[in-house]
């Protein structure tokens, strides 16, 4: 800390139980939403319930597309705190949260203090990191290990301790295990690739001799190995499907209609590093001149960006959350290049100036476009979308005041502006993000699930006709009986073809037998079955779905 007197530890303590305040304060805002915040969650009530930790599943139906490390996180959080929002994203919010620490650890040991802070700075206040942080998925689970891996690698190869180095290293195929049961091969794939990479673009061969491989494969397979075999041993059907399916077929064909150009990821990387995207180039044309030494932690985190986001470039399946582990990586560059524009005298030279300012500018501009948000609202949204203006107003006055208070310390202070310009952006896309319950609060479908909830007998068949509600499965606390269209339980139905009605006129045999039934659909399918005349008491509804009963229900279960 004594490298730079702008280093004040207890500035930097402040800041950082104030962030931690805002990080996990925010976790139980919002409710859940489709589709993966309301899977993950219902996938770990439906393992904590069944007791079953082996074979994940949903709504009822085996569910192999990923490992279970995080619905065995999130399972072991409702048994010790209960079942509810915060605690299905504690899981996200921890991992996020703990990557900030590690990046800025790690930059403090491989170039120095300043530049490990600022790192930690950087990574804290990216849109995209944030967004996801809070958002239950598996990407956030996944990327925190994969960076784990990434980080543990640099110091075990910076490191001038024997023993120091050895152990970093066994500590990165421990990450590269964990990210393995987080999200399937990936875990591992995604290093393998980078370290050919650099070895190859570095011309650094060495760096092979230096990776503990056998040991690090027998630790790597002590951890994976065992849940693999067991779920094998349980579900011969799942090797197929998990290698072939979700691995070969996800990135090679259209399987999962998740496509899109090759240019996909390119807005989502200029989003998702905004505040800092100016200083990449920078960054890596610095990189770029070190890449010729023994080892060059630099070289290697720029093949680690390149390598991700080409990889799922040329993807057949993309979504915005395939490239999150970028991030740490660009905040380990941008942190090591602000920290030399820093130089000995802490202030940063005009065009950090004119970057403050300029989105200071750009922050005054979103407000001309405020009447554009809920433009495309459906009538029941107007309301949400009007009241989702004033978090969005919120947001943009945080991104402008401190940005402007960013500008005015370049001079006085590099490292208080930089400080200053990340809290800006981190507080805009905490706002903007935790003020999104205006719009999800119908899409979660909350209000219908507490209206109804305890009227529902607990041992009545549910049926779910034509739709895979992603929430309402967790906030009723129960399965559903998938009716004609299983969507992603597709596999599942195939495996359990007795647990689910593959025909509408199935359903209406079924529906007529079965007295004290209880159904969901969408609105449209609610009137297309009153023409039909079928016996349907409507229980409730939202702008989104209707529940219904059979009408004779009353008097069954009296």
């Given at each position: 800390m004594r490298r730079s007197s702008a280093l004040h530890l207890g500035k930097i303590l402040l800041l950082t139980i104030i962030y931690v305040l805002l990080w996990f304060g925010t976790m139980n805002y919002r409710h859940l939403i489709p589709s993966d915040e309301g899977r993950y969650a219902?996938?770990?009530?439906?393992?904590?319930?069944?007791?079953?930790?082996?074979?994940?599943?949903?709504?009822?139906?085996?569910?192999?597309?990923?490992?279970?490390?995080?619905?065995?996180?999130?399972?072991?959080?409702?048994?010790?705190?209960?079942?509810?929002?915060?605690?299905?994203?504690?899981?996200?919010?921890?991992?996020?949260?703990?990557?900030?620490?590690?990046?800025?650890?790690?930059?403090?040991?491989?170039?120095?203090?300043?530049?490990?802070?600022?790192?930690?700075?950087?990574?804290?206040?990216?849109?995209?990191?944030?967004?996801?942080?809070?958002?239950?998925?598996?990407?956030?689970?996944?990327?925190?290990?994969?960076?784990?891996?990434?980080?543990?690698?640099?110091?075990?190869?910076?490191?001038?301790?024997?023993?120091?180095?050895?152990?970093?290293?066994?500590?990165?195929?421990?990450?590269?295990?964990?990210?393995?049961?987080?999200?399937?091969?990936?875990?591992?794939?995604?290093?393998?690739?980078?370290?050919?990479?650099?070895?190859?673009?570095?011309?650094?061969?060495?760096?092979?001799?230096?990776?503990?491989?056998?040991?690090?494969?027998?630790?790597?397979?002590?951890?994976?190995?065992?849940?693999?075999?067991?779920?094998?041993?349980?579900?011969?059907?799942?090797?197929?499907?998990?290698?072939?399916?979700?691995?070969?077929?996800?990135?090679?064909?259209?399987?999962?209609?998740?496509?899109?150009?090759?240019?996909?990821?390119?807005?989502?990387?200029?989003?998702?590093?905004?505040?800092?995207?100016?200083?990449?180039?920078?960054?890596?044309?610095?990189?770029?001149?070190?890449?010729?030494?023994?080892?060059?932690?630099?070289w290697l985190l720029v093949c680690w960006f390149a390598i991700i986001f080409t990889f799922f470039s040329v993807s057949h399946s993309k979504l915005p959350g395939y490239i999150i582990p970028i991030f740490p990586a660009l905040a380990l560059l941008t942190g090591s290049r602000l920290d030399r524009l820093l130089g000995h005298t802490n202030s940063m030279a005009l065009p950090w100036k004119l970057q403050t300012l300029g989105f200071a500018l750009l922050g005054c501009v979103g407000f001309f476009f405020l009447s554009e948000i809920g433009k495309q609202a459906r009538p029941d949204e107007i309301e949400a979308y009007a009241q989702y203006v004033n978090w969005v107003i919120a947001a943009l006055i945080a991104l402008v005041g401190f940005s402007l208070y960013a500008a005015f310390q370049s001079k006085r202070n590099g490292l208080q502006s930089i400080a200053s310009f990340a809290s800006g952006f981190f507080l805009c896309a905490i706002i903007a993000g935790t003020g999104h319950e205006t719009l999800g609060r119908a899409v979660s479908g909350i209000d219908l699930a507490h209206r109804v909830k305890t009227n529902i007998p607990t041992n009545v068949n549910f049926y779910s006709v034509r739709l895979l509600d992603h929430t309402m499965p967790f906030y009723l606390g129960r399965t559903m009986i998938m009716v004609e269209d299983p969507d992603e339980l597709q596999f599942g139905v195939n495996q359990q073809p007795d647990l689910w009605l593959p025909t509408l006129d199935a359903f209406i045999t079924r529906w007529r037998e079965d007295q004290t039934a209880y159904a969901m659909m969408v609105p449209e399918q609610y009137v297309a079955l009153q023409a039909m005349n079928l016996p349907m008491q409507e229980v409730d509804r939202d702008s989104r779905r209707v529940i219904v009963k059979h009408p004779d229900t009353a008097k069954v279960t009296q």
């Open positions: 219902e996938m770990a009530r439906e393992m904590l319930v069944t007791g079953d930790w082996v074979t994940p599943r949903y709504n009822g139906y085996k569910y192999f597309e990923k490992p279970p490390l995080q619905v065995w996180a999130t399972a072991a959080t409702f048994q010790a705190f209960g079942i509810g929002d915060w605690q299905a994203r504690l899981w996200t919010a921890l991992t996020g949260f703990l990557t900030i620490l590690a990046i800025g650890f790690t930059g403090a040991r491989i170039y120095n203090p300043r530049a490990g802070w600022i790192a930690a700075l950087v990574l804290a206040s990216s849109p995209m990191w944030v967004i996801s942080g809070h958002f239950n998925s598996l990407d956030m689970g996944l990327s925190a290990f994969l960076v784990a891996a990434l980080c543990s690698l640099l110091l075990a190869q910076t490191s001038h301790n024997k023993t120091s180095s050895r152990n970093w290293m066994w500590a990165c195929w421990v990450f590269m295990a964990l990210a393995t049961l987080s999200k399937g091969l990936i875990g591992a794939a995604i290093p393998a690739m980078v370290f050919i990479a650099y070895s190859i673009s570095a011309w650094d061969w060495k760096i092979w001799t230096r990776l503990r491989l056998f040991s690090g494969i027998v630790i790597y397979l002590l951890i994976t190995a065992p849940w693999f075999v067991l779920i094998a041993q349980r579900n011969p059907e799942f090797l197929e499907f998990f290698f072939i399916h979700e691995h070969l077929q996800r990135f090679t064909q259209d399987t999962h209609s998740r496509t899109g150009p090759i240019y996909y990821f390119a807005p989502l990387l200029i989003i998702g590093a905004l505040p800092w995207v100016l200083q990449i180039p920078g960054s890596i044309a610095q990189a770029w001149q070190e890449r010729r030494r023994e080892f060059s932690s630099g």
